[in-house]
């Protein structure tokens, strides 16, 4: 994979990071560009990244405070430099879907929060339209990037992100849609829109509720502790 995918900055996530924050974890934190530039408008925290790529994670190590090599899902809690209960904010930017479990990894996570502290993440959307007509056509993908990343090992829509951060202990406050339309294909998705919202009709679903689904490219999602459940 090019390098260049380890340095993207993800400007809906670094928006949704608290401006006060004073530790943040980013687990597949890549060359740092979002902990880099958090760190500029927001110089007092301390942003601790996580990473398995060697390349990527010399890089963040000169634009981060800490950066731990390895398998998020196979470091333990041990190898951590802070304590559970005192992160004020997880990141997983475009990272969820490339794990094996990532629901005991984000159940075990959030143990790590402060009782204010926020888990922000961006989850592809496996609702798009693209993927319909992939789909229709009995293709699926194996791409660099994108939707089908050839990586990606688990798959989200809107619903089971929600189902995610439930069972994680986490409530969703805040969910930002993301869209990739560009010129190029935006007549393909209205047309997609065109044929397809009919059939939405006739299972009973908004056209408006369809639409948004089907035009979402990622999710950004911001949570916090269910102290209900605590």
């Given at each position: 994979?090019?390098?260049e ?19 943040i ?8 560009a ?7 408008l927001?110089?007092h925290?301390?942003?601790?990244g ?5 390349e990527?994670?010399?890089?963040a ?8 090599v390895g398998?998020?899902?196979q470091?333990?809690?041990s190898?951590?430099p802070?304590a559970?209960?005192?992160?004020d904010?997880l990141?997983?930017?475009d ?13 075990r ?19 798009h339209?693209?993927?319909?007509v992939?789909l ?8 660099e ?9 688990r798959?989200?829509t809107?619903?089971s992100?929600?189902?995610?951060f439930?069972?994680a202990?986490?409530q969703i ?10 010129p190029?294909t ?7 829109l ?12 908004p056209?408006d ?9 990622q999710?950004?999602?911001r949570?916090k502790?269910?102290?209900v459940?605590?």
């Open positions: 994979m090019a390098f995918y380890y340095e993207v900055l993800n400007q809906d996530v670094l928006n949704l990071l608290p401006s006060d924050a004073q530790l974890v980013e687990s597949g934190c890549g060359a740092g979002l902990g880099r530039e958090h760190k500029r927001n110089p925290a301390r942003y601790v996580i990473e398995l790529n060697p990527a994670a010399a890089t190590a000169e634009r981060l405070d800490k950066v731990i398998d998020v899902e470091l333990p809690d190898a951590m802070f559970a209960g005192t992160v904010a990141v997983y930017a990272v969820l879907e490339h794990l094996v479990d990532p629901w005991a990894l984000l159940k996570h959030a143990g790590w929060l402060a009782p204010d502290g926020v888990v922000v993440a961006c989850i592809p959307n496996m609702a339209w693209s993927v319909h992939h229709l056509m009995g293709e699926w993908p194996h791409l990037q994108g939707l089908f990343d050839r990586t990606h090992l798959f989200f809107l619903t992100i929600r189902q995610l439930a069972s202990g986490l406050v805040e969910v930002r849609a993301r869209s990739n339309k560009t190029e935006e007549p393909q998705e209205r047309e997609f065109r044929l397809y919202l009919p059939l939405a009709k006739q299972v009973g679903l056209a509720q369809f639409a948004e689904r089907s035009t979402t490219f999710y950004v999602i949570a502790k269910n102290h459940n605590r």
